[in-house]
């Protein structure tokens, strides 16, 4: 939008006759084909640094799951929909299933969000300098740089979200093509298949659509024919889950129940805060006040009510705040291009100085850009780390670093336990773990020592069932062995193994061998069953 870097005042014009000085100044200002190039520089220099650094800790506890469910493909998993394990699929059958080839597609995905900034400043009626702004703002935050930095759907979902941002704001009240609208219909349709926050998504652009003057759509086939493309494509997720009893809803009712932390909406907003980079809330604050309030901003102001939407979502349903990632980069843009308007060149630069030094500050929280001793001291340096006294319950690393380590020991010990067996218990041995991590790692990293599968009743890994018809032996991982006795006739330690980096709960149990199933196999297996 060209009148968005408009001065009303001095678009009065000059006593020589000339152009106005506004618009003298908007020429050299306006919004062009092509990004800048340090836009694309700075998106590359973000790959490079999630692809270098990414693999140093290994892989996360969730990656080892997801190249489970990649061996199972269907059309959902008690935790997620079905597009981001498709995609880990044709990764893996094109480049194998090597650390750095896990890492490659989130890593893309995270140079791509840098762009989407600036893409998303361009089409709020940003120029240069507020595209390279929305640009380096959306390179500061760690949130963005964690979710690049491992295989999940998290980054999928914010690219998602972006995406659809970006052509929210293309739309105009009297559009009257239809190609954006499929377009839009066909991103909502697969970011669904991907993660089902973006329904957040989807209710702040129906509120939109009522209340402001985006209405005049509904009178038009456009956004009914985006609301049908993308409830077809995301029919197969609802027909399994209908199949299946609705797993997806037992899971979020135990997570909301037992996992998730109950916070205040002020609660919830704080960790947003933290999680989206402190230093960026001024210019993403001023942006959704210039969405909301700014008389020029009005034909964006869906951005802004898509936020306040799903913040209100998410902060009623006791989310935690990382939920609320994707829906900043439309602020962080629009708060680009409300700074560009201050007509102030040293203010722009400054703010992106700012942007990128706090960036690079605690980019080592969201990216294994160290050595892990090295890391240890710097949040110690900053203040960050726990009190000496509480480190053995809360470890030396931040859960997500924490969650990197441990996996080969495990293996390791799983498989002296493995070998410890009589010949004749290793051809029917089981092993099951408490949790799906565990069954993850153990069916990658056990490859190497010939283990055989391992079997989990946490999420996904129940309904794939235990992998055997009967069960007299099982190599236990994860579990008290005071509440195996019921179910087994003896219960033995094994072995035991530990990572001074893992979580201290990881290797709390030792490794168990159970012999002598009590009770027959399937109610065993359903009585096991954890969904959380």
Not at 281 to 296: F, S, T
Not at 322 to 350: I, N
Not at 470 to 480: C, E, F, K, L, T
Request: charged residues 15%; hydrophobic residues 50%.
């Amino acid at each position: 939008m060209v009148s968005a870097t408009v001065d009303p005042v001095a678009s009065r014009g000059n006593a020589a006759g000339g152009p106005p000085a506004a618009a003298r100044r908007e020429t050299t200002n306006r919004p062009t084909a092509g990004l800048p190039w340090t836009v694309w520089t700075l998106a590359l220099v973000i790959v490079v640094i999630e692809l270098a650094f990414g693999p140093r800790y290994g892989l996360f506890r969730d990656e080892y799951y997801y190249l489970a469910c990649a061996d199972h493909l269907g059309w959902g998993y008690v935790d997620h929909p079905p597009l981001s394990i498709a995609v880990l699929a044709a990764v893996r059958a094109v480049l194998g299933d090597s650390l750095p080839a896990v890492r490659l597609v989130p890593a893309l995905l995270g140079g791509t969000l840098v762009v989407l900034g600036a893409l998303l400043a361009r089409a709020l009626g940003g120029g240069r300098r507020a595209q390279l702004l929305g640009a380096v703002a959306v390179a500061a935050v760690p949130e963005y740089l964690g979710q690049a930095g491992c295989y999940s759907m998290n980054i999928l979902d914010t690219t998602c979200w972006a995406v659809a941002a970006l052509l929210l704001a293309r739309l105009a009240p009297d559009e009257r093509g239809w190609r954006r609208f499929v377009t839009l219909g066909v991103v909502l349709g697969l970011g669904l298949l991907n993660k089902l926050s973006l329904l957040f998504f989807g209710a702040g652009l129906a509120v939109a659509l009522i209340v402001t003057p985006l209405r005049r759509l509904l009178l038009k086939p456009g956004p009914w024919l985006a609301a049908v493309i993308a409830a077809l494509l995301f029919a197969p997720h609802v027909l399994w889950q209908v199949a299946n009893g609705f797993p997806t809803r037992e899971f979020i009712e135990n997570a909301t129940r037992y996992k998730n932390v109950a916070l205040t909406p002020l609660q919830f907003l704080g960790g947003s805060l933290l999680d989206m980079n402190p230093v960026t809330a001024p210019l993403w604050i001023a942006g959704l006040g210039w969405l909301l309030l700014a008389r020029r901003a009005q034909r964006f102001r869906s951005l802004g009510i898509v936020y306040l939407v799903a913040f209100a979502i998410l902060a009623a349903q006791h989310s935690k705040p990382y939920y609320l990632a994707p829906a900043y980069p439309p602020l962080l843009a629009a708060g680009a291009v409300l700074l560009e308007g201050a007509r102030r060149r040293w203010m722009t630069a400054a703010t992106g100085a700012v942007l990128l030094v706090a960036g690079a500050a605690l980019a080592p929280f969201a990216i294994p850009a160290l050595p892990v001793e090295t890391f240890i001291a710097y949040q110690h340096w900053l203040g960050v780390s726990p009190p000496q006294s509480e480190r053995a319950a809360q470890g030396l690393l931040p859960q997500f670093f924490a969650d990197h380590f441990g996996w080969p020991e495990l293996t390791q010990a799983v498989a002296d336990v493995y070998r410890s067996l009589p010949a004749d218990e290793q051809r029917r041995v089981a092993i099951v773990t408490s949790n799906y991590g565990e069954a993850g790692a153990l069916n990658y990293l056990g490859r190497r020592y010939g283990l055989p599968p391992a079997v989990s009743q946490h999420n996904s890994f129940y309904l794939w069932g235990p992998g055997r018809d009967r069960v007299d032996v099982a190599i236990v991982v994860g579990m008290n062995p005071e509440n195996l006795g019921s179910s087994w006739s003896s219960v033995e330690v094994g072995g035991r193994w530990y990572s001074p980096y893992a979580m201290p709960w990881q290797h709390r149990w030792p490794i168990l061998v159970c012999r002598g199933l009590k009770i027959p196999l399937p109610e065993a297996w359903r009585r096991g069953k954890h969904f959380i």
